[in-house]
T-cell receptor, first 115, second 108 residues
Framework: DAGITQSPRHKVTETGTPVTLRCHQTENHRYMYWYRQDPGHGLRLIHYSYGVKDTDKGEVSDGYSVSRSKTEDFLLTLESATSSQTSVYFC??????????????FGDGTRLSIL | KNEVEQSPQNLTAQEGEFITINCSYSVGISALHWLQQHPGGGIVSLFMLSSGKKKHGRLIATINIQEKHSSLHITASHPRDSAVYICAVEVGADGLTFGKGTHLIIQP
């Protein structure tokens, strides 16, 4: 397994507060991803990183920012949380280069509720 | 944007039955993934395919690149196979595009 952990696992917070979710991997994977999972939509890509300090937007990036200062850590920040950001958030990592044959490894998810 | 469609959305079967879940996509891909998600939420990668067929235990995954279609088969299904099965496609390394999943229940 990739040894990928997410923290916190559960969080309840109020609208307008900042929230940071952490993803930590111990496999020295180059690529890291943040997804959200919602009923009726499935999993959708928020942001991804292809190296330290190298990040890019995904399909649903509005309202989210990310940072990657070390290979092993990928942070997802909600600057001012809204109820529409209530979701289950999954981090994933992969050693992949373009067209490599390596699957993504997923964390166990963070259940975030914004009241 | 790649559209990924899975069928069926829900499937209930009896233990021992042969199960098939289908996935189709709209744009050329570099790889297709099959994932499993159990109640409680953890996501596990089952297969990653770019051509042909792969087998792991009772699970078989096939892909037809020309038809933009993949199938996941489960032979001799068991209640522990009950889970959500998710198809996802990859174009390069900029993340996956997912289907909405197939909810599979295997009854004893």
């Amino acid at each position: 397994d990739a040894g990928i952990t997410q923290s916190p696992r559960h969080k309840v917070t109020e609208t307008g507060t900042p929230v940071t979710l952490r993803c930590h991997q111990t496999e020295n994977h180059r690529y890291m991803y943040w997804y959200r999972q919602d009923p009726g939509h499935g999993l959708r890509l928020i942001h991804y990183s292809y190296g330290v300090k190298d990040t890019d937007k995904g399909e649903v990036s509005d309202g989210y920012s990310v940072s990657r200062s070390k290979t092993e850590d990928f942070l997802l920040t909600l600057e001012s949380a809204t109820s529409s950001q209530t979701s289950v958030y999954f981090c994933a990592s992969s050693p992949a280069t373009f067209y490599s044959n390596q699957p993504q490894h997923f964390g166990d998810g963070t259940r975030l509720s914004i009241l | 944007k790649n559209e990924v469609e899975q069928s069926p959305q829900n499937l209930t079967a009896q233990e021992g039955e042969f199960i098939t879940i289908n996935c189709s996509y709209s744009v050329g891909i570099s790889a297709l993934h099959w994932l499993q998600q159990h109640p409680g939420g953890g996501i596990v990668s089952l297969f990653m395919l770019s051509s042909g067929k792969k087998k792991h235990g009772r699970l078989i995954a096939t892909i037809n690149i020309q038809e933009k279609h993949s199938s996941l088969h489960i032979t001799a299904s068991h209640p522990r196979d009950s889970a959500v099965y998710i198809c996802a496609v990859e174009v390069g390394a900029d993340g996956l595009t997912f289907g909405k999943g197939t909810h599979l229940i295997i009854q004893p």
